[in-house]
């Protein structure tokens, strides 16, 4: 009896190699699989989620199934294309990394068919040529801030002199876009009917004639003279 039990111990610790070994070869595959599924499509969206204008373009119902890519923008720029749906084909699957490099390249959906794929190409270009014209669209509908920024600063508002007159004070605030005048408004005018009716034929001809060098309203001579003065004062001013 002794001598039976190391031998007992004995196979057994043999054995023990060979049941760590069995599941081993289980997870190895599992692994190789996990690997061998495309990811390049999440790559490309991880690569440019960080920043950018995201836009999903239309989903194209196709013969192989349904086609639908996300598009990542810098501006107009494509930086990153992503699958949303695509058909569970090996050759969708060969063809997609081939279809997003070539639109990387070509930054349009102006591509080449790939060959083998060529309903799955259609879908992918024209659900890709969508989200092209949803971006170009909200970028027409809302300015760059840096445009609005530049446009702003460009813009500058000078008051002109308050000019004393027999009729009252008379004084403009000119804005000027560079060196255009592009508005002028009335912050002083007497108070009299001829006036009144007079300014926005002088500011219709300040705007025309782009100076202070502009023709006496009849009836109003008045008021012209302090006008054209207290603008030719804001002209100055702005330099």
């Known amino acids: 009896m002794k001598r039976a039990i190391p031998v007992v111990v004995l196979s057994i610790a043999g054995l023990v190699p060979i049941w760590r070994y069995e599941p081993s070869i289980g ?10 599924t495309p990811s390049a499509s ?3 969206s991880d690569s440019g ?6 836009v999903k ?4 119902t196709t013969e192989k199934g349904p086609v639908q890519v996300q598009v990542t923008f810098q501006g107009d720029k494509i ?5 949303l749906q695509q058909p569970n084909h090996p050759q969708t699957t060969a063809a997609v990394p081939k279809l997003i490099a070539e639109t990387l390249e070509a930054q349009s959906a102006d591509i080449d ?37 530049s ?11 308050a000019v004393n007159t027999e009729k009252g004070t008379v004084q403009v605030q000119v804005t000027f876009e560079g060196d255009k005048i592009s508005a002028v408004k009335m912050l002083q005018q007497p108070n009299h009917p001829q006036t009144t009716a007079a ?22 001579t008045i008021t012209t003279e302090g006008y054209k003065e207290s603008l030719q004062a804001a002209i100055d001013a702005k330099g």
């Open 27 to 36: 997870g190895s595959t599992s692994t190789t699989e996990a690997a061998s």
């Open 42 to 44: 999440s790559s490309s």
């Open 49 to 54: 989620s960080s920043s950018g204008t995201v």
């Open 57 to 60: 373009g239309t989903t194209v």
């Open 79 to 83: 930086t990153a294309v992503k699958m």
């Open 113 to 149: 068919t790939v060959s083998g794929a060529t309903i799955t190409t259609e879908g992918y270009k024209e659900s890709l040529q969508a989200a092209i014209d949803a971006n170009a669209e909200a970028a027409a509908a809302s300015p760059s801030p840096s445009a609005s920024a």
């Open 151 to 161: 446009t702003a600063s460009a813009a500058q508002t000078v008051d002109g002199s």
């Open 199 to 220: 300014v926005p034929k002088l500011i219709a001809e300040t705007l025309e004639a782009q100076s202070a060098d502009i023709d006496t309203v009849s009836g109003a």
